[in-house]
């Protein structure tokens, strides 16, 4: 991620004096006025960087990039190549897409319905539904419950059986889902809402995870979610039963990884139907296919770079699996969230997605 931002950083400044020395320099008050939005990037920068109003200073990062840079970007990348006219064309529409992602994407709340076929699903669970949240990532939306409201209020119109959140509450601090307490506690369903980990839910701030850890638990206490924290719980119908495993963040890259898979699954048998809540699925082909019997694994994580076109997206490129249903070749699913918030506040073609999975008997 820090040589990402480097590189991205050098390139932007690259094409930035490459433009002013082309067509502004010695140009009086408009050789100055080009270096603004440089400027107020660096300050947005140093003020997120110190933690004073972080979302706020983020946010305005963001938009300085997707308002003034990517569009210039374009334009430095043409203009010789296809002539000025072209590129000032390309650079407005892709200033166009990217109000258009920002204005309305982030906010196009889709419900997609998926059908899970499961061999080993005792017959009273057969027809039984799940509704799937991942990367609400609080910290991206103002105080306004507005958006928030309509996520509670799709799900539970959908009425499912259990609701299960698969990490990424908020971007880098607790307190940035406390505006959405009230609204988060309406999320209710009969066999209650389980809720695990993500990587945003440690903080940013290596010497305070355990404290960032207590906050992010506490919410979701508060919010009435029962946290799965290496840990499991049974869910009985019946004469039969399912279980519901849940790790803390399991990560191979710089992210804080703290799952423990053998401990979520201490008292459960070989042959008991099992779902994973795992933020990462690259968890599942690490240690769940190789090392257990579960039988449905539910993550998140990628957003799909929160970017899709006819069903491509730049997380190809980063995750063998990222973004929906996935059956390895003893029958065992993993389906993966492209979530519903980012830490950018943007979305093209992959939009805010609230997943329904019904489970079947195969």
């Known amino acids: 991620m820090f040589l990402t931002a480097t590189i991205a950083t050098i390139l932007v400044l690259l094409a930035d004096y490459y433009l002013w020395k082309k067509f502004f320099r010695g140009r009086g008050w408009l050789s100055v006025a080009w270096w603004a939005p440089t400027v107020l990037m660096g300050l947005c920068i140093l003020g997120a960087v110190s933690g004073l109003w972080h979302t706020f200073f983020m946010r305005a990062c963001y938009i300085l990039v997707f308002v003034f840079f990517a569009p210039m970007l374009v334009f430095a990348a043409f203009h010789k190549l296809l002539g000025r006219r072209i590129s000032l064309v390309l650079s407005a529409s892709v200033l166009l897409i990217c109000v258009y992602g920002m204005a309305i994407g982030f906010h196009k709340l889709t419900i997609v319905k998926e059908i899970i076929e499961c061999e080993t699903l005792p017959e009273s669970f057969d027809g039984y539904r799940i509704v799937h949240l991942s990367d609400l990532h609080l910290g991206s939306y103002t105080k306004s419950s507005k958006f928030v409201g309509r996520v509670v209020d799709s799900v539970l119109a959908l009425r499912p059986d259990l609701i299960v959140f698969t990490g990424d509450l908020v971007n880098t601090d ?3 889902a406390e505006p959405f307490v009230k609204e988060l506690s309406r999320l209710k369903a009969p066999d209650g809402v389980y809720a695990v980990s993500g990587n945003h839910d440690y903080g940013f701030d290596k010497s305070k995870v355990d404290e960032a850890f207590s906050q992010f ?4 206490n508060r919010a009435g979610w029962t946290i799965l924290n290496n840990s499991n719980s049974v869910i009985r119908h019946g004469a039969d039963s399912i279980y519901v495993l849940g790790v803390e963040n399991t990560s191979k890259s710089f992210f804080i990884s703290r799952g423990d898979l053998g401990k979520a699954l201490e008292g459960t048998q070989d042959g008991d139907f099992k779902i994973l809540l795992t933020h ?5 082909r690490a240690e769940v296919l190789p090392a257990t019997d579960i039988a449905l694994t539910l993550s998140g994580h990628t957003h799909a770079m929160q970017l899709k076109v006819f069903g491509l997206s730049p997380a190809a490129l980063i995750f063998k699996e990222w973004s929906g249903k996935y059956t390895s070749e003893d029958g065992r699913s993993l389906y ?3 979530g519903i918030g980012g830490i950018f506040p943007f979305r093209l ?3 805010p997605q609230i997943a329904e999975l019904t489970l079947k008997k195969k």
């Not at 638990?217 to 979701?220: E, G, L, M, P, S």
């Not at 990462?280 to 599942?284: A, G, L, S, Y």
């Open 174 to 176: 607790a307190a940035e």
């Open 336 to 338: 993966v969230s492209e």
């Open 217 to 220: 638990c506490d919410i979701v």
């Open 349 to 351: 073609g992959s939009y």
């Open 280 to 284: 990462d699925p690259n968890h599942w």
